[in-house]
C-alpha cells in the first residue's frame, strides 16, 4: 500500500510536467483549500492527493523566478542543511514533538503494512520533490531518471527511518542527491556557463574613473 502510494505521488507529478512547459499553472490555492475542507471533514486520504496537488502546483509557481538552472543547484545544495537542523533541532523537530495534531495536518501520509501508524512526508518535502523535477523538464535534463532517482529517495528515507526506528529523518537531503546525481555533469556544464558569464558581465564593466 505505502509503495504504490508513493508511486502515485510520482506519477501524479510527472503527468503534470507539461503543463510547466505549456506555462499553464493551475491555481494552487483550489487545492489547498480543497485540502483543508477536506482535512476538518475526516478524510485524510483524499486530502492527501488535494495536498499534493497543492504542493505541486505551488512548487511549479515558485520555478517560475528561477532565472537560471543555477540557481536550483545551489538550493540544492543548501536545503538539506536547513532541514536536518529543522528536523533534528528546530521549527519541524518541536512540532513534531510538541504539536503532532499540527504535524499530521501539514503532512502527507503513507500507510505502513502490518501497522496501525503512517509514515509522513512533510509538505515543503512535497514541494521541492515537484520543484526538482520540474527543474529537470524545464531544462531539459534528464526528467525520467530524475523522477526515478527523486521517487527512490523519498522512499529510501522512510525505509531508514522505518529501520533505524525513528521518529522522522529530514527527506531532503537524500532528495536533493536524486535531483543532482543523475543530472551531475550537465548540471556541472550549466554551472560552469553561469561562472564564465559572471566572469564576463565583471570585464565588461566599465573601470571606475
Known amino acids: 500500500m505505502a509503495t504504490s502510494t508513493l508511486c502515485a505521488l510520482a506519477i501524479g507529478c510527472a503527468a503534470c510536467v507539461t503543463d510547466i512547459q505549456s506555462r499553464r499553472i493551475p491555481n494552487w490555492l483550489t487545492f489547498g483549500a480543497a485540502a483543508v475542507a477536506l482535512q476538518l471533514a475526516g478524510a485524510e486520504p483524499v486530502a492527501n492527493f488535494a495536498k499534493l496537488g497543492a504542493m505541486t502546483f505551488a512548487a511549479w509557481c515558485f520555478l517560475r523566478f528561477f532565472e537560471e538552472l ?11 542543511f536547513i532541514d536536518s537542523y529543522s528536523v533534528w533541532r528546530g521549527p519541524t523537530n518541536t512540532i513534531v514533538n510538541k504539536k503532532p495534531q499540527v504535524f499530521d495536518a501539514l503532512s502527507f501520509a503513507f500507510p505502513v503494512p502490518g501497522s496501525n501508524d503512517a509514515a509522513r512526508l512533510g509538505l ?30 523519498l522512499g529510501g528515507t522512510m525505509a531508514l527511518a522505518t529501520w533505524l526506528e525513528v521518529g522522522g529523518l529530514p527527506a531532503l537531503p537524500l532528495l536533493s542527491v536524486g535531483f543532482l546525481l543523475p543530472n551531475a555533469d550537465l548540471l556541472w556544464r550549466e554551472v560552469r556557463r553561469a561562472l564564465a558569464r559572471g566572469e564576463s558581465a565583471r570585464d565588461r564593466r566599465p573601470a571606475p574613473k
Open 70 to 80: 543555477s540557481w536550483v543547484v545551489l538550493v540544492a545544495l543548501i536545503v538539506p
Open 124 to 153: 515543503p518535502d512535497l514541494l521541492f520533490y515537484a520543484l526538482f523535477l520540474g527543474a529537470a523538464a524545464r531544462w531539459q535534463l534528464r526528467t525520467g531518471w530524475t523522477w526515478v532517482c527523486l521517487t527512490a529517495s
